[in-house]
Structures are given as C-alpha cells and as structure tokens.
C-alpha cells in the first residue's frame, strides 16, 4: 500500500517580483517499522534518563540548556535570546531567487534529498504561475536556485529543474560541507567496453525491458519477519554465517572465459542437391 503524501514544505518562490505558491513533496516514504524497542533483561520497556555526565545527577528536561564547545569537554551556556537571535526566521514563507543558472551546471548526484514541486492546491491560481515557471525552465533547460528552511531547521540550498515529468527540487549541501574524497582516473578502454556488452548480451535476454520497482521487495524486511514469526512461535532462529572475505577477481579475465565458454550455435546443414 503506497504511504500517504507528506508534504515537507508550504510557501512561494519569487518570480518576477511575483510569488508562486508550491508545496514540496516527499518523494520516499522511510520504512519506519524496520526497528526494535530496546527492552531491559526482563523484557519490559526501557526509559531513557538525562545524566550530567560530571556530577551523575538526573537533569529534568525542562531545565536543560544549550551549548557551544569551545574545547575538549569545555562547554559554554548559550543564553535563551542568543538562541532565539539564532532561529528567528525560521521556517522560509517566500524563497527569493539567488541565481538562475543552467541546470547543466549543477552536481545533482550530490543532492541531500528531492522533493516533487506541486502548486498550492490551498491557493487559488497557483497552478497557472506554477506552469509558467514550469515551461521556462524546462523549455530554457534552467535550474531557480534559492535558500529555504523549510521545518525550522537549518537552512539549505535548493535547486528546482524541470523535466517532461514535473517540477523537482533538491537539497544541496554548502561548499563547507563537501567531503575531499580521493580521485580515481577512469580509463577509456574499448576492448573492456566491447567484452562488456558480450557478457551483458548472454547473460540478458531483452535489454529493452525499463526498469521495474516493484520487482524488488526488501530482502532484511523478509528476514526481520522471518525471526519475528520464528520468535513468537518459539522456534530457534540461527544467526547466519558472516560472509568469507574475498580478494577482487580479475574481470577481464572472467569476461573473457565466460564468452569462451559459451556454445557457439550450429549452422545449419546444407540441404543435399536432387539427384
């Protein structure tokens, strides 16, 4: 059964001086059953308690406070306006546009999540002004980039593109934020690309087939209620056997037996000429 539609976000973009009221839309509904509540040794729920980690004493909720690490184990208390300085305006009303760029430019594998651009169906008129912004962006191939805070919480760049799907916006992270991963030179290799394309084409019937979600089904949810069901009828559930480390094989090489071992298919005898 398909989750109910979360709406992540209410508000406008500005356009032209104009607002365009949009709601962004989740596009994944996280399995939130896949987990456990921890219990004590006695199997009875257990309750989390706030502990001053110097003194041991038991802090109530409504008397904690916030604060900034200013070294190892040093904390400073952040008073109350400073922390009301820190998130007032929260939660964006009406995004403003930061830069209109091509949508080219931007790395959207680095997005944080995405979210699908509707218009407001609350406001009246939304729909027309949201497929204007729609057909501009997708006809011009650019991307509206702007900053939104969409549930009081931390701010994020947003990057909204068109496609012949829809309006679709993603999260993106801050220069700050990005890892300096290491680089890997990719090698254009012809010979690896045409044994490739062998393989595939034995090992796959039709190649034309679009992918299908609904082939797959979560294969720790079926062992989640496989222990579960083996559990409640007291049956023994054994823990599986780690997996044995492998070292990395060599592809080419097993690309090119595999095409060698397949059995070449049979001409066809030639019929006998009449006598």
């Known amino acids: 059964m398909a989750a ?7 508000g406008a973009i500005e356009f032209a001086g ?8 989740s596009r994944v509904s996280p399995d939130k059953g896949a987990g456990f509540r921890q219990l004590s040794p006695d199997g009875n729920p257990v309750a989390q308690k706030l502990v001053d980690s110097v003194t041991g004493d038991e802090v109530a909720r409504a008397d904690l406070r916030k604060g900034h690490e ?16 820190i998130e007032s305006g929260v939660k964006t009303e009406v995004a403003t546009p930061a830069q209109i ?3 080219a430019s931007i790395d959207w594998t680095l997005a944080l999540d995405h979210y699908e651009v509707q218009p407001d169906k609350d406001v009246p008129g939304s729909g027309q002004s949201a497929n204007i912004i729609w057909n501009g962006l997708k ?5 509206y980039v702007t900053q939104v805070s969409m549930r009081g ?3 994020r760049i947003v990057a909204i593109r068109a496609d012949e799907h829809g309006l679709w916006a993603a999260l993106l992270p801050y220069e700050h934020e990005l890892y300096a991963n290491p680089s890997v030179e990719w090698t254009e290799d012809s010979k690896a690309a045409d044994l490739f394309a062998q393989v595939v084409t034995t090992a796959y019937d039709d190649l034309s087939q679009e992918f299908d979600r609904a082939a797959f089904a979560s294969e720790y949810l079926e062992r ?3 222990a579960i069901d083996a559990v409640l009828a007291g049956q023994p559930v054994e823990a599986a056997a780690p997996a044995p480390k492998t070292e990395a ?9 595999s095409i060698q071992a397949k059995p070449k298919a049979k001409k066809p005898a030639k019929a006998k000429a009449a006598a």
């Open 101 to 103: 760029v091509p949508a």
């Open 153 to 155: 919480s931390l701010d």
């Open 139 to 143: 006809a011009n191939g650019l991307a």
């Open 224 to 226: 989640r209620q496989k």
């Open 249 to 257: 094989p060599d592809l080419m090489a097993l690309m090119q037996a």
């Open 4 to 10: 109910r539609p979360y709406r992540a976000w209410k």
């Open 18 to 25: 104009f607002p365009v009221n949009v709601s962004f839309y």
């Open 70 to 85: 200013v070294g190892k184990d040093r904390y400073v208390p952040m008073s109350n306006e400073a922390i009301e300085q």
